[in-house]
């Protein structure tokens, strides 16, 4: 018996090992290339193939990351085409999670300079440009989500994810590739991604981590030298930059960014799958169902030597009861601490209210994002790195934000440039700190030929349990109407009308829901109109006419906006409701420099009155290319007729939906009380390029006419319709948008205009909404 097993001993020694085959699987970076990456993961899975590491680099880290930690093709797919990885590299915030009370109104800046004043003015440090194209307050909150719960399960260690995984980033410091093997996976996945200017880097140990494709976008090395797999699959969908022309810059930038990668694979380690795309753009995602076909299809065309070099095999059924078992064991988001550095005492407990209002409280991950979008509404902070880190004890979370306060002084320069004269000039700056409360002091002004205003506005938040703003605006402003020579008329009809306005004002605002805002407004005016009441004028012998008020008033508005522009937009929805109520004098004094028994005598007139108006905007989108806006605005005032006509018409509700109807005066959209309607149909020719229609129609409840004495009286209800309409080519910028249109308006008749525009045409707040 000893004999037999003396040589069973000797056998086993002499015999190779027998061991399970390994398989390894290297995907590169590339963009939205790298989409064919799943399409192969699918092949294999369907054709039993066994995965057993994956090490990625860039979108090869994000694909390779999403399947170590257990999700399946079909679960990539949905994710990928889904609205919430759009917001990934569009920036764009959930509408639900749109917080308007913190929302400042839209100023009409080119470029925003931020300036520290933290220490002396010796450390001022002007910002001009954004760190990064897309903006990461989506992708920031989206990788705690997605990955802090397999960071929680595999305890900060790569090798215990569904799938060991390895991560390829850059320390462009240092001159080297980082492969990353524990910490948290979503900053590990963030980093690998980081493409230079496109998305902005993360801080890993202190180091400050970038795109792993600048120093090996294909990490076979990695793999071999990490996991030791008896065989790799690869999948190159990227190339070395070729020779740069002199006026290809993307060209030129990528020559000087990314060092040359070997993409080749010995047919000794394994297998390699290569891909050539010269038409597909590094942020083409949305060509999902092409580009993992093609991997596909590639991955079955070669399964027959797939199998004839690995024989191992998994059936479809074995991973997916594998991996259910593995997300069985992910622990639930419940969060009970939250941990916050880069802002004082202060500013924390600003913060931590946000989220909740003790450590005893448990709090869920949409409790977190409610708070993260409302802290990041605010302007004085710029940017909140969340992590979650998992307490086995009492199998919680806690949450670490690493919070980052924006520089305290803000100046801004912008405006508008305009074919039609109607030119703007921007200016603005403010001042904004964070303590226990949140303070803001702006001041804007415009010039131009147009509209003129300078504008001081203080404005004060408190983190009470139901949060309130209250602000103060001292405003100055005029606005010289005029009127264009027509496109197809050799008629000039100048409109020397102009208005004056100072005002003080006092609002307390208060959430509304998440979207909107409710308002409460106290102010006094001055307001001042200069007209003159006949086309034919001798300057010689007449001044303006003029007509002054000075008016007491109260209001109460409810409004919100999810518009994704602050011109031109293509989403979204805005929505105004107001209820004001107003009281004062009215003065009258003549023009003529002459007086004679018709010069009218000086006027003064005691009046209250009502006025309520409602607007909506919103689009919708039709198809991919083509979206279908609607505009709703009615308006009703009790106001009385002024001293003359051109007087109540100068203070009569307007009807002004298009940027070029705002700086026109056209005395046929002006009445007391009237229904707008419009449609706006938009074919986005790209992402920033629209073709846009723009077409309303306005109906005067009461149309105010004048009668032969240069008085105004109402004629019959319902008997007066006016419509414009308008066609631009806009294309949408960072910094602004350009606007080539053409528009016709039905009275007065042959009302024709073109004309080009850049920037933004948006003026402030006025005493009457």
């Given at each position: 018996?000893?004999?037999?097993?003396?040589?069973?001993?000797?056998?086993?020694?002499?015999?190779?090992?027998?061991?399970?085959?390994?398989?390894?699987?290297?995907?590169?970076?590339?963009?939205?290339?790298?989409?064919?990456?799943?399409?192969?993961?699918?092949?294999?899975?369907?054709?039993?193939?066994?995965?057993?590491?994956?090490?990625?680099?860039?979108?090869?880290?994000?694909?390779?990351?999403?399947?170590?930690?257990?999700?399946?093709?079909?679960?990539?797919?949905?994710?990928?085409?889904?609205?919430?990885?759009k917001?990934?590299?569009?920036?764009?915030v959930?509408?639900?999670?749109?917080?308007?009370?913190?929302?400042?109104?839209?100023?009409?800046?080119?470029?925003?300079?931020?300036?520290?004043?933290?220490?002396?003015?010796?450390n001022?440090?002007?910002?001009?440009?954004?760190?990064?194209?897309?903006?990461?307050?989506?992708?920031?909150?989206?990788?705690?989500?997605?990955f802090?719960?397999?960071?929680?399960?595999?305890?900060?260690?790569?090798?215990?994810?569904?799938?060991?995984f390895?991560?390829i980033?850059s320390?462009v410091?240092?001159?080297?590739?980082?492969?990353?093997?524990?910490?948290?996976?979503?900053?590990?996945?963030?980093?690998?991604?980081s493409?230079?200017?496109?998305?902005?880097?993360?801080?890993?140990?202190?180091?400050?981590?970038?795109?792993?494709?600048?120093?090996?976008?294909?990490?076979?090395?990695?793999?071999?030298d990490?996991?030791?797999?008896?065989?790799?699959?690869?999948?190159?969908?990227?190339a070395?930059?070729?020779?740069?022309?002199?006026?290809?810059?993307?060209?030129?930038?990528e020559?000087?960014?990314?060092?040359?990668t070997?993409?080749s694979l010995?047919?000794?380690?394994?297998?390699?799958m290569?891909?050539?795309?010269?038409?597909?753009?590094?942020?083409?995602?949305?060509?999902?169902?092409?580009?993992?076909?093609?991997?596909?299809?590639?991955?079955?065309?070669?399964?027959?030597?797939?199998?004839?070099?690995?024989?191992?095999?998994?059936?479809?059924?074995?991973?997916?009861?594998?991996?259910l078992?593995?997300?069985?064991?992910?622990?639930?988001?419940?969060?009970k601490?939250?941990?916050?550095?880069?802002?004082?005492?202060?500013?924390?407990?600003?913060?931590?209210?946000?989220?909740?209002?003790?450590?005893?409280?448990?709090?869920?991950?949409?409790?977190?994002?409610?708070?993260?979008?409302?802290?990041?509404?605010?302007?004085?902070i710029?940017?909140?790195?969340?992590?979650?880190?998992?307490?086995?004890?009492?199998?919680?979370?806690?949450?670490?934000?690493?919070?980052k306060?924006?520089?305290?002084?803000?100046?801004?320069?912008?405006?508008?440039?305009?074919s039609?004269?109607?030119?703007?000039v921007?200016?603005?700056?403010?001042y904004?700190?964070?303590n226990?409360?949140?303070?803001?002091?702006n001041?804007?002004?415009?010039?131009?030929?147009?509209?003129?205003?300078?504008?001081?506005?203080?404005?004060?938040?408190?983190?009470?349990?139901?949060?309130?703003?209250?602000?103060?605006?001292?405003?100055?402003?005029?606005?010289?109407?005029?009127?264009?020579a027509?496109?197809?008329?050799?008629?000039?009809?100048?409109?020397?009308?102009?208005?004056?306005?100072?005002?003080?004002?006092?609002?307390?605002?208060?959430?509304?829901?998440?979207?909107?805002?409710?308002?409460?407004?106290?102010?006094?005016?001055?307001?001042e109109?200069?007209?003159f009441?006949?086309?034919?004028?001798?300057?010689?012998?007449?001044?303006?006419?003029?007509?002054?008020?000075?008016?007491?008033?109260?209001?109460?508005?409810?409004?919100?906006?999810t518009?994704?522009?602050?011109?031109?937009?293509?989403?979204?929805?805005r929505?105004?409701m107001?209820?004001?109520?107003?009281?004062?004098?009215?003065?009258?004094?003549?023009?003529?420099?002459?007086?004679?028994?018709?010069?009218?005598?000086?006027?003064?007139?005691?009046?209250?009155?009502?006025?309520?108006?409602?607007?909506?905007?919103?689009?919708?989108?039709?198809?991919?290319?083509?979206?279908l806006?609607?505009?709703?605005?009615?308006?009703y005032?009790?106001?009385?007729?002024?001293?003359?006509?051109?007087?109540t018409?100068?203070?009569?509700?307007e009807?002004?939906?298009?940027?070029?109807?705002?700086?026109?005066?056209?005395?046929?959209?002006?009445?007391?009380?009237?229904?707008?309607?419009?449609?706006?149909?938009i074919?986005?020719?790209?992402?920033?390029?629209?073709?846009?229609?723009?077409?309303y129609?306005?109906?005067?409840?009461?149309?105010?006419?004048?009668?032969?004495?240069?008085?105004?009286?109402?004629?019959?209800?319902?008997?007066?319709?006016?419509?414009?309409?308008e066609?631009?080519?806009?294309?949408?910028?960072?910094?602004?948008?350009?606007?080539?249109?053409?528009?016709?308006?039905?009275?007065?008749?042959n009302?024709?205009?073109?004309?080009?525009?850049?920037?933004?045409?948006?003026f402030?707040?006025?005493?009457i909404?």
């Amino acid at each position: 018996m000893k004999h037999y097993l003396y040589i069973l001993f000797l056998l086993f020694l002499l015999l190779p090992p027998i061991h399970a085959q390994k398989v390894g699987l290297v995907l590169s970076g590339g963009g939205a290339k790298g989409l064919t990456h799943i399409g192969i993961i699918r092949a294999l899975e369907e054709n039993g193939i066994p995965i057993d590491y994956i090490a990625g680099t860039s979108m090869g880290a994000i694909v390779g990351s999403l399947y170590a930690m257990g999700y399946s093709p079909d679960e990539m797919e949905a994710l990928l085409k889904s609205d919430d990885f759009k917001r990934w590299y569009s920036g764009n915030v959930e509408e639900k999670y749109i917080y308007y009370f913190k929302k400042n109104p839209p100023t009409p800046e080119f470029i925003n300079i931020r300036i520290s004043l933290k220490d002396s003015l010796k450390n001022v440090k002007p910002q001009f440009l954004p760190t990064s194209i897309v903006d990461p307050i989506q992708m920031n909150i989206v990788f705690l989500q997605l990955f802090g719960q397999a960071t929680a399960a595999s305890k900060a260690n790569f090798d215990s994810l569904y799938i060991p995984f390895r991560c390829i980033a850059s320390d462009v410091y240092n001159k080297r590739p980082l492969i990353l093997k524990k910490g948290d996976l979503g900053d590990a996945v963030r980093a690998s991604m980081s493409f230079p200017a496109m998305f902005k880097p993360i801080e890993i140990d202190s180091i400050l981590a970038y795109d792993g494709g600048i120093y090996n976008n294909f990490p076979v090395n990695v793999m071999r030298d990490t996991f030791h797999p008896d065989i790799i699959i690869g999948s190159a969908v990227s190339a070395n930059p070729g020779k740069p022309k002199e006026g290809d810059i993307m060209g030129q930038l990528e020559n000087m960014i990314m060092q040359k990668t070997d993409y080749s694979l010995p047919d000794s380690l394994g297998i390699l799958m290569t891909f050539k795309y010269d038409d597909v753009n590094l942020m083409d995602f949305q060509r999902f169902d092409e580009l993992h076909d093609i991997g596909y299809k590639r991955a079955i065309e070669m399964m027959d030597s797939i199998k004839s070099r690995i024989h191992r095999r998994i059936t479809p059924e074995q991973v997916k009861v594998k991996r259910l078992a593995y997300k069985s064991n992910l622990p639930d988001f419940r969060f009970k601490r939250v941990n916050i550095t880069g802002a004082n005492e202060r500013q924390k407990q600003y913060i931590q209210k946000e989220f909740h209002e003790n450590d005893f409280d448990v709090f869920t991950m949409e409790d977190i994002k409610r708070a993260y979008f409302r802290l990041l509404s605010d302007n004085i902070i710029s940017e909140i790195i969340p992590h979650a880190v998992y307490n086995e004890k009492d199998q919680t979370y806690d949450l670490n934000l690493q919070v980052k306060m924006e520089a305290n002084l803000s100046v801004r320069v912008g405006g508008n440039v305009s074919s039609s004269g109607s030119n703007q000039v921007y200016f603005g700056a403010s001042y904004q700190n964070l303590n226990y409360y949140s303070k803001e002091f702006n001041f804007d002004g415009q010039l131009g030929r147009v509209y003129n205003n300078v504008q001081l506005a203080a404005r004060i938040d408190f983190p009470t349990k139901l949060p309130t703003s209250y602000k103060f605006i001292a405003s100055i402003s005029t606005f010289d109407y005029f009127k264009e020579a027509k496109f197809f008329s050799n008629k000039d009809n100048p409109a020397f009308n102009k208005k004056r306005e100072e005002f003080v004002k006092l609002k307390v605002s208060l959430p509304f829901l998440s979207r909107k805002k409710a308002e409460f407004g106290v102010g006094i005016a001055r307001m001042e109109d200069r007209y003159f009441q006949t086309n034919i004028i001798d300057f010689s012998e007449t001044k303006h006419d003029k007509s002054t008020y000075s008016i007491f008033g109260g209001s109460i508005v409810l409004e919100g906006s999810t518009l994704n522009a602050r011109q031109f937009a293509t989403q979204g929805s805005r929505e105004k409701m107001a209820a004001q109520i107003f009281t004062g004098t009215e003065h009258f004094r003549s023009g003529a420099s002459k007086v004679t028994k018709d010069t009218p005598e000086p006027y003064k007139k005691v009046q209250s009155w009502l006025q309520v108006s409602y607007q909506n905007e919103t689009y919708h989108k039709v198809s991919p290319k083509f979206t279908l806006g609607a505009y709703l605005e009615a308006y009703y005032s009790s106001r009385n007729f002024s001293n003359n006509y051109t007087a109540t018409l100068m203070q009569a509700g307007e009807f002004t939906p298009t940027a070029h109807s705002k700086v026109t005066y056209n005395e046929a959209f002006r009445a007391n009380q009237y229904a707008g309607v419009g449609a706006m149909p938009i074919y986005q020719l790209s992402e920033s390029f629209q073709l846009r229609g723009e077409f309303y129609g306005f109906v005067p409840i009461f149309p105010i006419k004048k009668d032969e004495y240069g008085q105004a009286y109402y004629g019959k209800a319902f008997t007066k319709f006016e419509y414009l309409g308008e066609i631009s080519l806009v294309f949408q910028l960072s910094f602004g948008s350009i606007s080539a249109y053409v528009n016709h308006y039905s009275s007065p008749s042959n009302d024709w205009n073109v004309g080009l525009t850049l920037g933004w045409q948006l003026f402030n707040s006025r005493f009457i909404e």
